[in-house]
């Protein structure tokens, strides 16, 4: 958690992952739990970097996961398109089991080139709120 991946000018972290709960009274995770991952972006060159939620995945051995939208924020997706310098940050919830590593996926195709990065999470370092 924390660290940061640099790809094609735009700097990526995974800043925080955390169990909750749901919040509207009528949904709830179909696998057992909801993991909260919060992203930061921040373009680092000159032309317009764009990056929203279709760029992530997270997998559990390999196996992608739903997203989670059941939540009273509603903020189930992003879409940042950032000029130079700026940052914008998001997070995503995602329905999952209870396992002791989870992977959140990056690809991003600015381009004829695909980039991808990994972040490894493991169980023991997720807080419940």
Known sequence: MGDKIIVDGLEVTVTKAEF???DDGY???QNGKILKINYKFKNLEKDKKFIDNSNFKLTIDGEVQPQFNGMKDNKGGFQHQLDKGK???S?????VVDTDKYQVEMDIKPSKKTYKANWNIAKKILKKT
């Open 27 to 29: 949904s709830y995770s």
């Open 20 to 22: 909750v709960l749901p």
């Open 87 to 89: 940052s914008g940050s």
């Open 91 to 95: 997070y995503l919830y995602y329905d």
